[in-house]
């Protein structure tokens, strides 16, 4: 896809249209793959506007269908963007097939996403060719001695790292990031997040770099100090602090002076947020189960009808399922399509399975599981006995405890203070 810098609509990289244009974020993305010093995203407080807050947790299917109702209440709404509330690329299925289904839907919707950098760099390719034109990346320091003071761990694949290294690590994936995207075109924004005595005298240094990268404009965001954190007794820097801040690195970038430090779940415009009032759409959306009027089925990839055992590309037919007041059944079987065909035949299983609410495999590649959640249809990579799981899907419960765990490493969910090791 042709990327466009079109600057003209996104109310936080033009201050201009802030009045005449609004953001929604699209909460689906819980995880993350560092911890910031000043990061806590444990709390719901429906008073509380900050980054890493929201109110429900969407899957792609599920933020699609919350565009729709947010669009057809706002129609100010120029960009859809993932702000965690983790980082999307902790997340990298869920974002990327969120982005493809509003894609899709909205060609002329604006994409953007905000993240610390470690993992985009990977997925650039992808990011350019589903069209999103503006990227945030936060960059808190240029000097890995100061960023080992801002981030306690950062984690990359099942290593984590710490101190100097984790930060070292961090920087050059950020600066590999902001190059890989400026070469896509894509316009980029990079945060910094101000913290008096450990960062607030570097930012000029962060800007110099910054500009030396291309990048578009540079946002001095002061920190909001959380409790429970490290840096919970660390004093929000003054308006004057920043001002003088943003006054130095001006010389060498653009700046961002009208952020409002948006909740992960924030929607509207940006001085006239409707986050407050579109709660009870967003909660109803998270507990919808998509797809179920005409879809009263479920396939299962299976050997013997007993567990979730396959990988949807090894299984040459899916069991179907139903739900009766006795309890689950098999109903038949359907054959899968041949292996090659390419996207076709992904395409084709959509269609096969087109009265199928959800797909339960024990492994799923990139272009199944977009072609189906297109069609309506849930992909469900999980393992273990097939009745627990369809009972979870007919009920809507989460099918968190079916899903595969990957040992040594919990994910750094939203509230995990830990050490990154898993639990
Ligand atoms: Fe840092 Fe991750 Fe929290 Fe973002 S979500 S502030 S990257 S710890
Ligand atoms: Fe825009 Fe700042 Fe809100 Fe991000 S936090 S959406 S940059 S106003």
Redesign the pocket.
């Known amino acids: 896809m042709n990327i466009s810098c079109d600057l003209s609509r996104h109310?936080?990289f033009n201050a201009a249209v802030k009045g005449s244009y609004g953001?929604v974020?699209l909460p689906v993305a819980p995880h993350c793959n560092i911890r910031c010093n000043y990061c806590n995203r444990k709390y719901d407080c429906v008073n509380e506007s900050r980054?890493g807050v929201t109110s429900a947790l969407l899957s792609p299917l599920q933020a699609s269908l919350y565009m729709e109702k947010v669009l057809e209440r706002e129609t100010r709404i120029a960009v859809a963007?993932i702000?965690g509330p983790g980082d999307p690329f902790a997340n990298p299925e869920k974002t990327l097939q969120t982005l493809r289904l509003v894609r899709e839907k909205y060609p002329d919707i604006l994409l953007c996403l905000?993240t610390n950098g470690l993992q985009i760099a990977g997925y650039l390719d992808e990011v350019a060719e589903i069209g999103v034109s503006h990227v945030?990346i936060t960059v808190n320091a240029v000097d890995p001695q100061i960023g080992q003071k801002i981030y306690s761990w950062v984690r990359d694949g099942k290593v984590i790292y710490r101190g100097l290294q984790g930060a070292e690590l961090l920087l050059d994936r950020q600066i590999a990031a902001i190059k890989g995207l400026k070469s896509r075109s894509v316009t980029v924004?990079v945060?910094t997040i101000v913290v008096p005595s450990v960062n607030d005298r570097h930012v000029e240094e962060v800007a110099r770099a910054m500009a030396g990268l291309g990048v578009d404009v540079l946002?001095c965001?002061p920190m909001h100090p959380n409790r429970d954190t490290p840096f919970e007794d660390i004093e929000e820097p003054c308006g004057e602090m920043i001002e003088e801040i943003r006054a130095r690195a001006g010389r060498y970038l653009p700046q961002?002076r009208?952020?409002?430090?948006?909740r992960a779940d924030?929607v509207g415009l940006?001085g006239e947020d409707r986050s407050d009032e579109l709660r009870g759409c967003l909660t109803q959306c998270a507990g919808h189960t998509p797809g179920l009027s005409g879809r009263p089925y479920v396939a299962v990839a299976t050997m013997e009808g007993i567990l979730v055992n396959q990988h949807l590309g090894e299984a040459y037919r899916l069991q179907i399922w139903s739900k009766t007041e006795k309890g689950f059944h098999c109903i038949g079987e359907r054959m899968a399509p041949e292996p090659g065909g390419g996207p076709l035949r992904w395409k084709e299983l959509a269609e096969t399975l087109k009265d199928c609410r959800a797909v339960l495999v024990a492994g799923i590649g990139e272009n199944p599981v977009n072609a189906l959640a297109q069609a309506g249809i849930e992909p469900i990579e999980i393992s273990g006995f097939i009745e627990p799981a369809l009972a979870a899907v007919y009920s809507g419960r989460s099918l968190n405890v079916f899903k595969v765990r990957r040992r040594g490493c919990c994910s750094n969910g939203p509230g995990c203070p830990g050490s990154g090791e898993g639990c």
């Open positions: 109310p936080c953001r974020h980054p963007g702000a905000s945030t924004k945060n946002n965001m961002m009208h952020c409002t430090r948006c924030a940006l």
